[in-house]
């Protein structure tokens, strides 16, 4: 069998065409150019070199550098930059089409989507992925993206059948996010309150009439791979989102929901709307309803408001499925977080008393009575807290203060049920969101930078130093961060007013992608006829444990089992009673 082989290099390189004779496949690299004396192809030692320079042109949003035998051009899309090599004529010999690219200023790491670029110096991850390939005619060819080493990637075309010019299109965007729906990726309007029920589904509230490409009215429901809606809506804004079993409950500014009378609170069943009593009431210029948590069977609501149904009960109320209650004598001020541990209820916002308490801005429900949480937050003319998460037994409070029990703590600290204590040097701008995924938190708000590092809006605080999410959140305007919310399989979902997440273009809502989509077969053992795989995954997230006959796995694909790695160490086995013969490859394989 015979091979040509095409060299290019991308970036700040020139390319190069080859053809050579082998007895394997063709193929195409991406390598350091040749350098030929002329503007043309030339044969130098069973190669035939690309010309070193070539034309450059710019036209529809698409940038060409066009050269005989080969175009490269780039273009933005949803998902990132998308990057294609134009092949112009079938290289010489037999075989597939096999490209080969050469990386400078970055290292190559597998990953299920394709491969992650890590770049030097910033260390900030790109995704290479969604891989596509056509021929002139407009027909899919088959194709496959392989990391060959940490400087070098492999494209496999099967162009046997192909029109050409052949167009290979990998995408490369910021690694950490993805979009939602990608076509009509994100939302119509701002995001501001996001809750996972913990088996794939994701539900998003704020002020939209269209998510993804699904009309829904302020509220809706990812499923990881499709919006819909929940009955007609709500009529107003939304603003705080909390699960309980099947249960959804909404609350914001609004009077109706899916038809039914509902002030400012409802429960979404699964099928139907239904009212809270006769629901919250509050000052018509703002949303009563900011807040809300759920413990066993009783429902707290939070925010700006004097009544929950007859009662009066002062920004926070308790629905225990059948009547409201007042917590005491409530707050003087807005509660604008709500998050419980245990048989507590912790509570944040703009207040100072709790109950017959001074207790700035963040305060403690034990089931009677209100207590304070040491001295509270201070040092910010406006000092507030906006956002609330526990994480074993440390509470994290974020918002606009700068002082925590006297600590020095910029808009993020931890109470550890006794004291107060800082996260680093914390943010330089107001927090609106917190999530907890594992030891880790994810912070989101107004900020630029988390600690010493450049984070925009987003990132990530591990127990001992802050890092973040790729790029962030840019957009024009205001591009902040009100809702966070981890679904327990590895996606953190952000809602705010932003446009770009990291270099995707996904407005409103993103997601990031927080624990490597990745699993790995540890050992393989053999004997009695048949294969023993131990296998090790991220629990509670669906693998698949394929075989195929070939290492590129096209011949004799077939999934032998799907299924969730147990907690806590995602190990599990599989024996296979009847391996091919001679060979059989496995892979692990994340859903």
Known sequence: MHRGTLLCVSGEDASALTTRESSRARQCALTEPMRPDENAPTDVGGYRALASTGKVSVADKVVRFIRPGLVEEYSVSVDGVRQDFVVTERPAGAGELRVELGLTGARAEAAGYGAKLRLEGSGRELAYSRL?????????????????????????????????????????????????????????????????????????????????????????????????????????????????????????????AGGVAANNIAKWDGSAWSHLGLGIRGPYYTAPVRALAVSGTDLYAGGYFTNAGWVRVNNIAKWDGSAWSALGSGMDYPVSALVVSGSNLYAGGSFYRAGEVWAYQVAQWG????????????????????????????????????????????????WDGSAWSALGSGMNDRVY????????????????????????????????????????????????????????????????????????????????????????????????????????????????VQRATDVQFTANLATLLTTNPPSPDGLFRYSDSTPPDPAGFYRLRRE
Not at 387 to 408: I, R
């Open 367 to 414: 089931g009677s009575a209100w207590s304070a949480l040491g001295s509270g937050m201070s040092g910010d003319p406006a000092a507030a807290v906006w956002a609330l998460a526990v994480n074993g037994t440390d509470l994290f409070a974020g918002g606009s203060f700068t002082n925590a029990g006297g600590v020095a703590a910029n808009r993020i600290a931890k």
């Open 132 to 256: 596509r390939a056509v021929d002139a005619t407009g027909k899919e060819l088959a194709a496959r993206l392989e990391v060959l080493s940490a400087d070098r990637l492999a494209v496999g075309v099967e162009d046997g059948n192909a029109t050409y010019p052949v167009r290979i299109d990998p995408t490369f965007s910021d690694a950490d996010w993805v979009s939602l729906n990608p076509g009509i990726p994100g939302a119509s309007g701002t995001v501001g309150a996001i809750a996972a029920d913990g088996n794939g589904n994701v539900y998003v509230g704020g002020y939209f009439t269209l998510i993804g490409t699904v009309f829904a009215t302020n509220i809706g429901k990812w499923d990881g791979s499709a919006w819909s809606a929940l009955g007609s809506g709500v009529n107003g804004e939304v603003g705080a989102l909390a699960v309980s079993g099947t249960n959804l409950y909404t609350g914001g500014q609004f009077t109706a």
């Open 433 to 544: 969101a917190l999530a907890v995924s594992g030891p880790d938190l994810y912070v989101g708000g107004m900020f630029t930078t988390a600690g010493e590092v450049p984070a925009n809006r987003i990132a990530k605080w591990d127990g001992n130093a802050w890092s973040a999410l790729g790029s962030g959140m840019a957009g024009v305007g205001f591009p902040y961060v009100y809702a966070l919310a981890a679904d327990g399989r590895g996606h953190l979902f952000v809602g705010g007013t932003f446009s770009l997440a990291g270099t995707n273009l996904s407005p409103f809502i993103a997601q990031a992608n927080i624990i490597p989509p990745r699993g790995e077969i540890e050992r393989i053992g053999a004997g009695s006829g048949s294969v023993t795989l131990d296998c090790l995954g991220v629990p509670a997230s669906a693998y698949a």
